[in-house]
Nanobody, 116 residues
Framework: QVQLVESGGGLVQPGGSLRLTCAASGFTFSTYAMSWYRQAPGKERELVASITSGGGTTNYADSVKGRFTISRDNAKNTVYLQMNSLKLEDTAVYYC?????????WGQGTQVTVSS
């Protein structure tokens, strides 16, 4: 079955960096677009970044453009989110997602806390 496992979250100071990893299994990873979402306390889940199956096209929320980079390694069935210049407002649980056969699959999430 489809499984997505996020890792790499943690506590970081403003201006710091983190790299999130999402390990995928149970489907043909290289043929699906992948996305990162986040959900802050009391807020709706929002799209952060997405990447096409081959990695040639990426899209970002305006709030993270120029600071975050999504990438993927199809040989390792893994998608990454490099987060630089982190801000307090980036604090959230980060999830990876795949839309497969009209169904959305989510990982369990990884907590990112930006605090001084």
């Amino acid at each position: 079955q489809v499984q997505l496992v996020e890792s790499g979250g943690g506590l970081v100071q403003p201006g710091g960096s983190l790299r999130l990893t999402c390990a995928a299994s149970g489907f043909t990873f290289s043929t699906y677009a992948m996305s990162w979402y986040r959900q802050a306390p009391g807020k709706e889940r929002e799209l952060v970044a997405s990447i096409t199956s081959g990695g040639g096209t990426t899209n970002y929320a305006d709030s993270v453009k120029g600071r975050f980079t999504i990438s993927r390694d199809n040989a390792k069935n893994t998608v990454y989110l490099q987060m630089n210049s982190l801000k307090l407002e980036d604090t959230a649980v980060y999830y990876c997602k795949v839309l497969r056969l009209s169904r959305a699959y989510w990982g369990q999430g990884t907590q990112v806390t930006v605090s001084s």
